[in-house]
């Protein structure tokens, strides 16, 4: 098993952040035993880790620590090429099912869950979700180009414009960052949807960012797809490190066109999607 200290290059560095801060390091990877999964999260108490194992038509269950599988949602619900499997406050997992353009929601217990509802409309090929507090959710269309919010089922509020947009997350302050990947950029939303903040261009080179998540001091962790890396941006929008060596690989520091992330405290997740795995990384205080 590797176990390497993997110091991520650091390309430009926004106030408060040094490249000694971040540093990862690799711990372990899962059996090519998933079909192209994409983006993941993680159960309420951390035990299991669902990803939503695309080429499997299902959400897949993993011992969060082994990365062995452990259970699957979904099988029998006739999912379609699922992008985003995101546990929401209310501890229900919410489904991007991708290929039926719609959100289907699953009542967890462990590694099993049962279908409780379905969400349609407004959205094409949906590749993120994301619930918050209060009951309002958040969905992308990467086939329709736009985000939605439902409250109630409803669409409530929708911005277009977006190409191909993947995923959808909150940040401390309640606005929302969207992974615009078919533009090559970050867009920061505010709750009713109107654009913040635009990270793109040279300083960052995104091409295709897919799915991301934040560190508990602020640092947003976006898989950027194309260039086979792990982009870190600081609570200011600078451009602080990347992770992977940029070329397709499978060992530690190696990325093949990863999608997912999901942290917890200093341990992180990756969908190393081209691999067929999930790989787990540690940051390094």
């Known amino acids: ?23 990862v390091e690799f711990v372990s990877a899962s059996e ?5 999964p994409h983006d993941i999260d993680l159960s309420p108490t951390g035990k299991y880790l669902y990803v939503a194992d695309l080429g499997h038509d299902r959400v897949s269950v993993l011992d969060a620590h082994s990365l062995q599988i452990v259970g699957a949602i979904g099988e029998k619900d006739d999912l379609s090429a699922p992008h985003d499997a995101h ?17 289907v929601i699953y009542d967890l217990n462990g590694a099993s869950g049962k279908k409780t509802g379905v969400i349609e409309g407004g959205i094409y090929a949906p590749e993120g979700v994301f619930a918050r507090s209060g009951g309002r959710i ?16 409803k669409v409530v509020a929708e911005a277009k414009g977006l190409s191909a947009p993947h995923d959808v997350i909150s940040d401390r302050n309640g606005s929302f960052w969207v992974a ?28 295709g960012p897919r799915y991301q998540d934040m560190t508990d001091d602020g640092l947003l962790v976006v898989a950027d797809k194309n260039t086979h890396s792990i982009k ?4 200011d929008g600078g451009f602080v490190a990347v992770i992977g060596s940029g070329k397709r690989g499978k060992g530690p520091g190696e990325f093949t066109t990863p999608e997912g992330v999901v942290i917890r405290g200093n341990d992180i997740w990756f969908a190393d999607s081209g691999n067929n795995r999930i790989v787990r990384y540690r940051i390094v205080r």
């Open 1 to 23: 098993m590797w176990r390497w200290l993997f110091v991520a290059l650091v390309l430009l560095l926004p106030t408060g952040v040094s490249a000694a801060d971040f540093k």
């Open 87 to 103: 546990v929401g406050p209310d501890g229900s997992l919410y489904v991007a099912d991708t290929g039926n353009d719609r959100i």
């Open 232 to 235: 870190v941006i600081g609570p």
């Open 32 to 36: 090519p035993e998933l079909s192209n």
């Open 138 to 153: 958040y969905a992308t269309g990467a086939g329709s180009g736009n985000i939605v919010v439902y409250e109630n089922g």
């Open 180 to 207: 615009d990947a078919g533009n090559d950029r970050m867009v920061l939303m505010s709750k009713d949807l109107k654009v913040k903040k635009i990270l793109g261009g040279d300083a960052y080179k995104f091409s």
